[in-house]
């Protein structure tokens, strides 16, 4: 399919447990990408719709944009709504995004990852797992803590931890609709309900337990985020916590950190918002990254004209 300049392509892959996952992507199509970004969809989100928008924005402002539907989200095989282990979805997206980077025609180019929601969760576990190898990433208010307001209390999530191990697909966690708080415009909200690849039901019990579990382990190793990174978080943000972004951008030991904090904005930031605070979130995120590709691309061209011109004057 080809719109505006953007190649959009689909492909499905099977991961090392035989399960079929849908992955896509979305490049310029009149130029060689000046770096890739993999995203990392939220908690019952999918790629090729809910991030179209966003995947488009990048693309056509000349980057290379990777997707892939967790399993059990969107078109990807598996139970819908069930992260069996947070570890295997970190697996999966970590084997399939080092695929794309070690493709001959990519070996050369910056990678980010770029993660809304418990997808900035995802984001954070691939770069802890291969701490060298990520040039950046882009975190969209993620979910290193879900907000109290949207947590069982503390005796209903140890009674659903003990149900866990003899019903782990049933969806009896008690929540409010994360719909309703995540996204401000009344329109996404309706596009979303109406979007057969996201998942609606109640939180089903593993799935509940792993999200608790990995908040809890990324709470302890904030201090282990050593990448460059751009946060983003609304300041009236009720899905995933606010302070914990802060958290994060205090205790990282990256040297290259920024933290941007929306007034008035909700949780879905990208797409969530209204289209001029859309805006305003997109460009930050473009300046981000064309300051950290296109002055990277700049040093290696001159660096390579230095050495051309040594080479030169060696010859003389």
Known sequence: MDTENVR???EVIENGRGLKLFTCNWVPKNEEPKALIFLCHGYAMECSITMDSSARRLAKEGYGVYGIDYEGHGKSSGLQG??????????DCSSFFTSISEKKENREKKRYLMGESMGGAVALMIHIKQPDFWDGAILVAPMCKIADEMRPNPLVI?????????????????????????FKLPQVRKQIRENPY?????PRLKTGYELLRVTALLENKLNEVSLPFLLLHGEDD??????????????AASDDKTLNMYQGMWHGLLYGETPENVDIVFSDIIGWLDKRSIDENLKSELERKKENDGLLEATK
Request: charged fraction near 30%.
């Open 238 to 251: 009720r899905v995933t916590d606010k302070l914990v972004s802060k958290q994060l951008y205090d205790e």
């Open 198 to 202: 996201c998942y609606k039901g109640r």
């Open 82 to 91: 069930y992260v069996s282990s947070f570890d295997n979805v970190v697996e």
């Open 158 to 182: 140890s009674f659903l931890t003990k149900l866990c191990k003899i019903i782990p697909t049933w969806k009896i966690i008690p929540t409010q609709d994360v719909i309703d708080f995540a």
């Open 8 to 10: 959009y392509q689909e």
